[in-house]
Each structure stands twice: as structure tokens, then as C-alpha cells.
């Protein structure tokens, strides 16, 4: 079975910065497509980021530019790490194995609490 677990969420001024895990086992890590959603209270789930086995990542719009997706296979591990964070980044934010070409979430992890104050 696919298992995600998430770490490294928490609560940070507007402005700080966090770096978020997930070791994945389960899966043949190398050539997945990991990646990382998102859920603010009253919001839909979006993808914050994802890379593919091969390293080409994506990213939602509102986390472009501050955001970095990576991934250490020998560590089977993704990490998201967030800068210049906002207010509006507060979510819960999940792990997640993503379908090939249309980012789309296969599998979730438990979700890890990222809260902004102002």
C-alpha cells in the first residue's frame, strides 16, 4: 500500500518561511510524480507544486515564485519548502502521488497544518 507522511507544518509570521517533508514509501518513488495540495478553510483543494520522477516541476499560480518543490530519492522524501509566506497560505497542506501528465492526486497523505498570522 502507498504510504505519505507529511511533516514540518506549523505556525510562522507572514513573511517566514517553512519546509515541509514527505516521506513516501509504497511506490517506486523514482519514477512517480510527487507533489503537494492544499485546503484553506472555505477553499477548494489546489495544487501548490508538484515534480515529476525526472525533476520537471509545477506550480500553482499563487505560490509561484515563492515556493520550491524537490525530491531525494535515495531519502524517498519531497520537500516543499515555502518562503515569503502569507496569510492566504494558511491550509492544510497533503502529499500526494500525482497522476502523469495532469498532476492530478492518486494518493494522500494525512495533511500537515501550515498557519500564516498577520
Not at 518513488?29 to 472555505?42: C, D, E, K, L, V
Not at 524537490?70 to 520537500?79: E, G, P
Request: with cysteine.
Amino acid at each position: 500500500q502507498v504510504h505519505l507522511v507529511e511533516s514540518g507544518g506549523g505556525l510562522v509570521q507572514a513573511g517566514g518561511s517553512l519546509r515541509l517533508s514527505c516521506a513516501a514509501s509504497g511506490i517506486v518513488f523514482s519514477i512517480n510524480t510527487m507533489g503537494w495540495y492544499r485546503q484553506a478553510p472555505g477553499k477548494q483543494r489546489e495544487l501548490v507544486a508538484g515534480i515529476t520522477g525526472g525533476g520537471i516541476t509545477n506550480y500553482g499560480d499563487p505560490v509561484k515564485g515563492r515556493f520550491t518543490i524537490s525530491r531525494d530519492s535515495a531519502k524517498n522524501t519531497v520537500y516543499l519548502q515555502m518562503n515569503s509566506l502569507k496569510p492566504e497560505d494558511t491550509a492544510v497542506y497533503y502529499c500526494n502521488v500525482l497522476a502523469r501528465t495532469t498532476w492530478s492526486p492518486l494518493h494522500w497523505g494525512q495533511g500537515t497544518q501550515v498557519t500564516v498570522s498577520s
